[in-house]
């Protein structure tokens, strides 16, 4: 057991897992036992902390969330991580998903554009010893050239299309996953790369917070 967990946080997580994550059909062992380790609790500020592990999104500050832990256990099940992976994230958050994230793949490149939460879940996942984290702040609509390929992308807000940089910063045969803007709602898709093109598949209904495109980055900078 770490300092920053308590026999009840472990309670409490497993139950999360078996009851939000297993019941609802998650069945990715390697995603399982990720949900199992990470400290969802370190992540939630500590005016909402008692209620971590419920079955909700929480606010983050800034007008922001924390995602509910089905969502994040069902885009990163979608996005098949596999060991070797190099991933960009869209929307680092609170930091939560891009923990989950490198306890599975390789190297996570995560952009967020509110500087104080890039320094929160900076300060957080160093403190639990994630290594293979580079976060980046910036408008992540522009993709993230300097890291790219990717094996994979996953977008944390919810876009009004899928942009020209991301289908280019991906691998031939890599995956995105990303929550669309549809005519009602949002509908959570995945994409694969063949040819140079995605081929999408939808996989229903979502709730993100919404992109934000920060138009006069590069020109005010
Ligand atoms: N998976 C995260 C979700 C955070 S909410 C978690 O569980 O904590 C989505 C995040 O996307 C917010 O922090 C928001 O600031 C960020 N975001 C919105 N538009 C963005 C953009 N264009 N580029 C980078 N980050 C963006």
Redesign the pocket.
């Known amino acids: 057991m770490m300092d920053f967990d308590s026999k009840e946080t472990i309670e409490q997580r497993k139950n999360m897992v078996e009851r939000q994550l297993i019941l609802r059909g998650i069945k990715n062992q390697r995603v399982i036992e990720a949900f199992l380790r990470v400290p969802r609790h370190m992540?939630v500020p500590p005016s909402h902390r008692d209620l971590s592990y419920q079955d909700t999104p929480l606010p983050?500050g800034?007008g922001?969330?924390?995602?509910q832990p089905y969502i994040?256990a069902l885009m990163v099940e979608l996005l098949n991580p596999q060991e070797g992976d190099e991933v960009l994230e869209?929307?680092?958050?609170?930091?939560?998903?891009t923990a989950i994230l490198a306890e599975l793949v390789k190297m996570v490149y995560s952009?967020?554009?509110?500087p104080e939460?890039i320094k929160r879940a900076g300060g957080i996942l160093s403190q639990l010893g994630y290594r293979n984290v580079v976060l980046v702040e910036?408008?992540?609509?522009k993709g993230l050239p300097r890291f790219s390929p990717y094996d994979k992308i996953i977008v944390?807000?919810c876009s009004k299309k899928i942009y020209p940089a991301w289908v280019e910063e991906l691998k031939e045969e890599g995956i995105i996953v990303l929550p669309l803007e549809a005519e009602r709602g949002q509908n959570l898709v995945r994409g694969i790369k063949r040819k140079g093109k995605l081929v999408l598949e939808d996989h229903g209904g979502c709730v993100?917070?919404p992109?934000?495109?920060?138009e006069l980055q590069g020109e005010s900078k």
């Open positions: 992540f983050i800034y922001q969330t924390i995602s994040v869209i929307g680092t958050g609170s930091g939560y998903q952009v967020e554009r509110i939460l910036g408008d992540g609509s944390s807000a993100f917070v992109l934000v495109e920060d």
